[in-house]
């Protein structure tokens, strides 16, 4: 991990979203600890016979490359799996990623007909957004809220009576300006972190990981929220034009999740080109009805029109205000959006993000204020089977293609308002696994270099809270302020600890800008806390700090595995790799069968130990060293993403003293276990009479849970090489303490 300097000066770690995040580099003391084990390993193996390390086959599959021939597959010619560019050193192609089976390769086709053809590792900078599209993907959230903000307002107001709806324009000009001090205040905080600004990481190098993680868990239910709620508020939008497809809400609502998460699965660049337009053609509408709407105001002299009679159902309360501005305050979520993607911009990526972030406020203030004053102008008040929206549509342009127009819009930017949260809910969770307070395979870029299980978890979860709450806007909107505020007040917290902790030039007036914001958005988390409890908020303010100490339960998890896993200086030079490692002996499994499988005695045996190896710990070594036990050949075979991995990981093997043969292989498409499988099915191929001995180190765990916060490699490679005569499975297990 490199390091970055902020516009202050101070040096902090720098975010970027890689493919090899998943294999972390070796820190200096790992490798000076490993220099001294592969020591030990020079002595153990000085006295083995000169060709004791010589294989029967070539690794490399050039030395017997000759052109494609019939496989056991079918009549066919076998498609070249492997490229070989440079020496000890391969390079999977896309074909190798297909599964063996014909089931397998079925579901591959059809997920690529679905998702797109796979994206090489190298494509990841290509899939950055540039400001025209990041803007109406990251502000799609943002700029939807003003749909139902002013609704949200008044439907609190609206309880207190008739009388209570003249605080609505005082009330719209207080959230006006927290949105403007907000937005001012994160774009102080993208300058100041210029490779990364979210909450998560602010809160966490400011105030310490507990707050980070608060801030992440308020940001986490925050976009699982944004998308059932702005998928309940779109089918809402298009309920009220077509009142027959009521009864259809629900299936509507999880149709157009299913959509969403297709689209996104198919990259960032991909997703941002289908959900672009839907943005500026709301902002074309919505600035068509301001337009069209204070023309009219304007010819009957910006006259109110009557208010429908309300009967009030409780006093005005100062708490009945409070919560009439928290509601409002909803319009501010997706604010925090553009701080979260910094690493997706394009060069240069903080100052194209602070470009993004000051159009998307502005847009922001100018519709939400334009439309809460046409609002109260028309009259209108909060209807059970009708939009605000929708109303003053109807107003304005009566019936006809134009309100279609303006209802269209509105749904489509509300439906497709989740998509800022697909965008930013799996960045953050690549940040929380970096830090190992979520499961690692979060780290994982999929086929097309999206998060695709960080998407597939929000998708899941966004479709549980829309079933359970029936699809209803009105219902999930209390649960919607206390997560993203909370992350708001935390990040701007950090901000004026981090001013004062760099005192940079100009830092007190930065401080006091991030202080204010910090204050005005803790009024709003307290109030909607408070007021908001008894209508869903109490689920939030529980989850929050349950999702922190699950974050702090999965840390102390991944503490516990790494030292287990650290290498460790040997104090006792005794045993050495031809000593059967401590803990118990492997778990050999021979795969497969058929007349291949003769041997009766040991001279009937030639075989040639594989040990796949992800990153030189202790595991590895365990492996490594049962590998040699068992005597020549051995050899070891790495798996990377991208080549800057691949030469660091054989910069550590060369460390360790290179004690046995090593072939790295480049899986630009970043699958394991589908070129692996192909990589010894061209092994076997090369030399049928070889058996092939694959040891895999396996980690062993106590507790049922904890096997999701690993990648069972060896139990895909026994399903995967079932099939294959002529090799066996050998794990390696490391216990891990509880």
């Not at 998460?261 to 080109?273: E, H, I």
Request: net charge positive; glycine share 8%; proline share 7%.
């Amino acid at each position: 991990m490199g390091r970055d300097e902020g516009e202050d000066g101070a040096d902090r770690p720098t975010v970027t979203l890689s493919p090899s995040a998943e294999f972390p580099a070796l820190r200096p003391e790992e490798l000076a600890v490993l220099r001294e084990v592969g020591q030990r390993w020079s002595a153990a193996i000085r006295d083995r016979p000169a060709d004791w390390d010589e294989l029967p086959l070539d690794p490399s599959l050039d030395r017997y490359r000759h052109p494609p021939t019939p496989s056991r597959f079918g009549r066919l010619a076998r498609i070249e799996m492997f490229k070989s560019d440079e020496p000890d050193q391969l390079l999977a192609t896309e074909t190798a990623n297909l599964p063996q089976s014909g089931a397998g390769r079925v579901l591959a086709r059809l997920r690529r007909g679905i998702l797109g053809p796979p994206l090489a590792s190298t494509a990841v900078l290509q899939e950055r957004m540039r400001k025209l599209v990041a803007l109406p993907v990251l502000s799609s959230d943002l700029l939807s809220s003003v749909a139902y903000g002013p609704e949200a307002l008044l439907a609190v107001l609206v309880l207190a009576g008739s009388g209570a709806l003249n605080l609505a324009l005082p009330l719209a000009g207080a959230v006006v300006l927290l949105m403007i001090v907000v937005g001012t205040s994160y774009r102080q905080t993208v300058r100041a972190y210029p490779h990364g600004a979210g909450s998560y990481l602010v809160a966490s190098d400011s105030l310490g990981p507990r707050f980070g993680l608060a801030a992440a868990a308020g940001l986490i239910l925050d976009y699982v929220l944004t998308v059932s709620v702005s998928v309940a508020a779109g089918i809402s939008a298009i309920t009220s034009a077509l009142p027959g497809l009521t009864r259809f809400t629900v299936p509507l609502g999880l149709l157009a999740i299913a959509v969403l998460l297709a689209g996104n699965l198919r990259g960032v660049r991909v997703a941002g080109n289908l959900f672009a337009a839907p943005t500026y053609v709301f902002i074309v509408a919505a600035v068509l009805l301001l337009v069209v709407g204070f023309t009219q105001a304007g010819m009957r002299g910006f006259e109110r029109l009557p208010t429908p009679p309300v009967t009030a159902v409780e006093g005005l309360t100062v708490l009945v205000i409070l919560r009439a501005f928290a509601s409002g305050a909803t319009s501010m979520t997706g604010i925090e959006a553009v701080s979260n993607a910094v690493p997706v911009f394009k060069p240069v990526e903080w100052r194209n993000a602070r470009t993004t972030l000051t159009w998307m406020v502005s847009i922001l203030v100018v519709l939400f204020a334009g439309l809460s004053l046409l609002i109260h102008l028309s009259g209108v008040v909060p209807h059970p089977n009708q939009t605000l929206i929708s109303q003053v549509a109807r107003q304005t342009f009566r019936t006809g293609p134009w309100y279609g127009f303006i209802q269209a819009a509105t749904a489509m930017i509300l439906l497709l308002a989740a998509n800022t949260a697909y965008q930013d809910f799996p960045r953050l969770l690549f940040f929380v696994a970096r830090d190992d307070y979520a499961p690692r395979r979060f780290l994982h870029m999929g086929d097309r270099l999206a998060f695709s299980n960080g998407i597939i978890a929000l998708s899941v979860a966004a479709a549980i809270i829309f079933l359970a709450f029936g699809g209803a806007t009105q219902k999930l909107i209390p649960l919607y302020a206390v997560g993203v505020f909370l992350a708001f007040t935390l990040s701007q917290a950090g901000m004026v600890v981090h001013w004062r902790r760099h005192r940079g030039r100009h830092w007190h007036r930065r401080a006091a800008l991030n202080g204010f914001g910090s204050a005005l958005c803790a009024i709003v988390l307290v109030t909607a806390a408070v007021t908001k409890f008894g209508e869903g908020a109490w689920v939030v303010v529980l989850a929050i700090p349950l999702l922190v100490l699950l974050a702090l339960r999965i840390r102390r998890h991944y503490d516990r595995m790494h030292h287990a896993l650290a290498l460790r200086p040997p104090s006792v030079p005794a045993g050495g790799p031809g000593q059967p490692a401590e803990g118990g002996g492997p778990r050999d499994r021979a795969v497969g069968g058929d007349d291949q499988e003769s041997e009766q005695s040991p001279q009937d045996v030639r075989h040639l130990v594989v040990v796949p190896v992800a990153r030189l710990n202790l595991a590895a070594l365990r492996a490594l060293a049962y590998a040699a036990s068992l005597g020549p050949p051995v050899f070891a075979v790495h798996l990377s993403p991208e080549q800057e991995e691949a030469d660091r990981f054989r910069e550590a093997w060369q460390t360790w003293g290179d004690h046995l043969r090593l072939e790295t292989i480049i899986t630009p498409y970043r699958a394991i276990t589908a070129p692996l499988v192909q990589y010894l099915d061209s092994l076997h191929k090369l030399r049928p009479d070889v058996l092939l001995t694959v040891v895999v180190p396996e980690l062993m765990v106590k507790r049922p849970w904890h096997r999701l916060l690993h990648t069972p490699i060896d139990q895909r490679l026994r399903r995967a090489l079932r099939g294959l005569p002529g090799v066996v499975i050998a794990s390696v297990p490391v216990h891990l303490p509880e």
